[in-house]
C-alpha cells in the first residue's frame, strides 16, 4: 500500500559471529602455514625460500633436518592446545592445563625410568615406556574416579597422579647410577625437538591425531555440560562416557606428545585465554581455534630457539616455560581484579 515502507529482513542471529570465529579461523591456519614455514627456514644455518629446491645442502637440511621438526612442533602445539580448551571446558576451570590430570608427568616418568636403565640412547624404547607411563595414568584415573564422571573427582586424581610421577621422577635422578643418566634424565625433561626424524614423526604422530579426534568428539557434550551437571545430565548426556572419552584422548595425544619431545608445558593455558575472547565462551567454538593457536605458538617458540646465540639452542620447554610464566601471573592479577570489582 502507499506510504507504507516494507519491512527489511532481519540479519540472522549470531551470522556476525560466525563470519568472524571463520575470519578467525582461517587467520590462524595462515599464521600456522606461516609459521611452518619460517620453521623450516630458521636455524644456526638460515635456508630462505630460493635455496630449498636450488641448492642440495639447503635442500638437505630442510628434508632431512627441518621439516619432520617442523610437523612435530605444528602436532604437538595443537594437540596441547585443543587438550587445553577440552580440559578447561569439561573442568569449567580457566586454569585447567593438560598437565593438571597427571597424564604427562606419568608419561615422563615412564621416559625417565628407560633413560635410568641405559636405555638413553634408543628413542623407541623411551618413546614405547612414555607411552607405557600414560597409558598407566590413563587406567589409575579410571580406577579413582570410577563411574561418577565428577570433575572434582577427575581434578583431585590427576593431583595425586602428577604429584606421585614427579616424587618418583625426583627420586629416579637423585639415585641415578652416573652424572651422564642424571644429564640425560634433566635435559629430556626440559623438552625439545632437536635431531627429531621421520622415524620420530611415524611413531607419534598417528597417535597424537588419533587423540585429537577423540577430543574433538567431546565438543557437543561440553556444550552441553556448560549448562550446568544437572542441566546436561536431564537432557541426556553421560557424564561418565564423556570423561572416559576425554581420559583416553588426553592418555594418546598428551603421551605422545611428551614421548617424542619431553615436556612442554603452558601451551594448553595460554592458546584458549588468548582465543576466548575472541571466539566467545561457546566451548565447542574453541576447540579448532584452539588447534591452530597452538600449532602457531610452538612452531613460533621452536624456530626462536633455534635462533639463539651461541652454539646450542635453548630447550623448548625452557623458552614456553619464558613465556607462560608472565602469561600465568598476569592472568591470577586479572582475575583477582575482576574479583575485587565484584
Same mark, same amino acid.
Request: glycine share 12%; with cysteine.
Given at each position: /500500500? ?14 556476525? #559471529? ?6 578467525? +579461523?582461517?587467520?590462524? @591456519?595462515?599464521?600456522? =602455514?606461516? /609459521? ?7 636455524? #644456526?644455518?638460515?635456508?630462505?625460500f630460493?635455496?630449498?629446491f636450488? $641448492?642440495?645442502?639447503?635442500w ?18 595443537? &594437540?596441547?592446545?585443543?587438550?587445553g580448551? !577440552? ?9 585447567? $592445563? ?12 615412564? @621416559? ?14 623411551i618413546?614405547?615406556?612414555? /607411552? +607405557? ?41 637423585? =639415585?641415578?647410577?652416573?652424572?651422564? @643418566?642424571?644429564? %640425560? ?13 621421520? $622415524?620420530? !614423526?611415524?611413531? &607419534? ?23 550446568? %551437571? ?14 572416559? =572419552? =576425554? !581420559? ?7 603421551g605422545?606428545?611428551? &614421548? ?21 565462551? #561457546? ?18 617458540a ?10 646450542? %639452542? ?10 607462560? +610464566? ?17
Amino acid at each position: /500500500m502507499p506510504g507504507i515502507t516494507p519491512t527489511q529482513p532481519s540479519p540472522i542471529k549470531g551470522e556476525g #559471529k560466525v563470519n568472524r570465529n571463520l575470519g578467525i +579461523t582461517l587467520s590462524l @591456519a595462515l599464521g600456522c =602455514i606461516l /609459521m611452518f614455514g619460517l620453521s623450516l627456514m630458521a636455524g #644456526k644455518v638460515w635456508v630462505p625460500f630460493s635455496a630449498w629446491f636450488g $641448492d642440495d645442502t639447503g635442500w638437505w637440511i630442510i628434508l632431512e633436518l627441518r621439516l619432520p621438526r617442523a610437523i612435530l612442533a605444528a602436532a604437538i602445539g595443537a &594437540a596441547l592446545g585443543l587438550s587445553g580448551a !577440552v580440559l578447561q571446558g569439561y573442568l569449567r576451570n580457566p586454569l585447567a $592445563d593438560p598437565t593438571l590430570v597427571g597424564v604427562a608427568s606419568t608419561a615422563a616418568l615412564g @621416559a625417565v625410568g628407560a633413560i635410568f636403565l641405559g636405555f638413553a640412547m634408543s628413542p623407541f624404547v623411551i618413546f614405547g615406556s612414555a /607411552m +607405557t607411563g600414560a597409558a598407566s595414568a590413563v587406567l589409575l584415573l579410571a580406577m579413582l574416579v570410577g563411574r561418577s564422571g565428577s570433575a572434582i573427582a577427575f581434578i583431585l586424581a590427576g593431583m595425586v597422579l602428577s604429584s606421585l610421577s614427579g616424587s618418583l621422577t625426583a627420586f629416579l635422578i637423585s =639415585i641415578a647410577p652416573n652424572p651422564f @643418566a642424571t644429564s %640425560e634424565i634433566i635435559s629430556w625433561l626440559m623438552g625439545a625437538l632437536t635431531d627429531r626424524s621421520f $622415524d620420530d !614423526v611415524a611413531l &607419534a604422530l598417528p597417535l597424537i591425531l588419533a587423540g585429537m579426534a577423540l577430543l574433538g568428539f567431546s565438543a557437543p557434550a561440553l556444550d552441553l555440560l556448560s549448562l550446568g %551437571e544437572d542441566a546436561a545430565r536431564s537432557l541426556g548426556l553421560s557424564t561418565g562416557r564423556l570423561q572416559a =572419552i =576425554i !581420559v583416553a584422548g588426553l592418555g594418546l595425544a598428551v603421551g605422545a606428545c611428551v &614421548a617424542v619431545s619431553g615436556v612442554v608445558g603452558f601451551v594448553g593455558l595460554i592458546v584458549p585465554h588468548l582465543l576466548r575472547p575472541l571466539v566467545g565462551q #561457546k566451548p565447542s567454538a574453541l576447540l579448532f581455534p584452539s588447534a591452530l593457536g597452538g600449532a602457531v605458538l610452538l612452531l613460533a617458540a621452536d624456530s626462536l630457539v633455534r635462533l639463539s646465540p651461541g652454539a646450542g %639452542e635453548i630447550r623448548l620447554g625452557i623458552a614456553m616455560a619464558l613465556i607462560g +610464566t608472565p602469561f600465568f601471573f598476569a592472568l591470577l592479577v586479572n582475575m583477582r581484579r575482576r574479583s575485587s570489582w565484584l
